[in-house]
């Protein structure tokens, strides 16, 4: 290998998803290992699904907003493609190839998860869709933290009631077999690509969840990536 060709591969950096029912706790826990890698001198960014760019926050405004609930199953999943595209374009690639940890709120399972299992669309179809909105982009590991539906609920809408912001609540307000249709989505992904998920489970307290969350990221976590040595 040249020098050259030798140095683009260390640039690359790591990409980490985080998925799992509303309610599950990704949200801190990506705070808490973003933390954890800082000290570990890890290069981070904190991003997230829907969203994580300007034009991505303005179709997740639409998508998680209550009252678009007849949104209709395909045109949901264009949007989410639509986001996935231009966040990957303008935030994740450019991200990876400064040779940063990305940390990423929901990414392509949680389409796979909430559209086909949830909603019913074909897996065929959504494959097709994550295909051309990831660009080639896949996580090098996911994390998947696992929750009862009926206990994520409770702690989402708590969420929503405490919030100063808007009330991203189109999903909260499905009913609970829906939410159980897309747990079930998740550990069957989990099941079938056992080397790239990570399954935790979500009901120990917060500090022991990010305990196991860290000590599995930072036995996988390429070394060449740390910027402080």
Same mark, same amino acid.
């Given at each position: 290998m040249h020098k050259t060709e030798l140095s683009r591969v260390i640039a690359l950096g790591y990409f980490i998803a985080f998925e799992g029912i509303e309610g599950c706790g990704k949200t801190t826990q990506i705070r808490l =290992?973003?933390?954890?890698?800082?000290?570990?001198?890890?290069?981070?960014?904190?991003?997230?699904?829907?969203? !994580?760019?300007?034009? %991505?926050?303005?179709? $997740?405004?639409?998508?998680?907003?209550?009252? /678009?609930?007849?949104? #209709?199953?395909?045109?949901?999943l264009m949007l989410y493609a639509a986001a996935r595209a231009q966040h990957v374009s303008e935030?994740?690639?450019? %991200?990876? /190839?400064? !040779? $940063? @940890?990305?940390?990423?709120? +929901?990414?392509?399972?949680?389409?796979?998860a909430y559209q086909s299992f949830g909603r019913g669309i074909d897996r065929g179809v959504i494959d097709t869709y994550n295909s051309h909105a990831c660009q080639g982009i896949t996580p090098d590991l996911t994390i =998947?933290?696992?929750?009862?539906? #009926? @206990?994520?609920?409770?702690?989402?809408?708590?969420?929503? &009631?405490?919030?100063?912001?808007?009330r991203e609540e189109r999903f909260e307000l499905e009913e609970?077999?829906?939410?159980? $249709?897309? $747990?079930?989505?998740?550990?069957?992904?989990?099941?079938?690509?056992? +080397?790239?998920?990570? @399954?935790? &489970?979500?009901?120990?307290?917060?500090?022991d969840i990010s305990t196991m969350i860290a000590v599995q990221v930072l036995a996988r976590i390429p070394e060449e990536l740390r910027v402080i040595c």
């Open positions: =290992l973003a933390e954890r890698l800082l000290v570990h001198g890890f290069s981070t960014i904190q991003t997230r699904e829907p969203g !994580g760019c300007r034009i %991505a926050d303005k179709i $997740r405004a639409i998508l998680l907003d209550a009252g /678009n609930r007849d949104l #209709s199953p395909m045109a949901e935030v994740i690639t450019p %991200a990876l /190839n400064a !040779g $940063r @940890v990305v940390l990423c709120d +929901r990414f392509c399972d949680a389409t796979i =998947l933290i696992d929750c009862d539906p #009926s @206990v994520g609920l409770v702690r989402a809408h708590m969420r929503i &009631e405490a919030s100063d912001g808007p609970l077999a829906f939410h159980q $249709r897309v $747990r079930e989505g998740y550990l069957q992904l989990a099941t079938e690509q056992a +080397r790239r998920f990570v @399954v935790i &489970e979500g009901d120990d307290t917060i500090q």
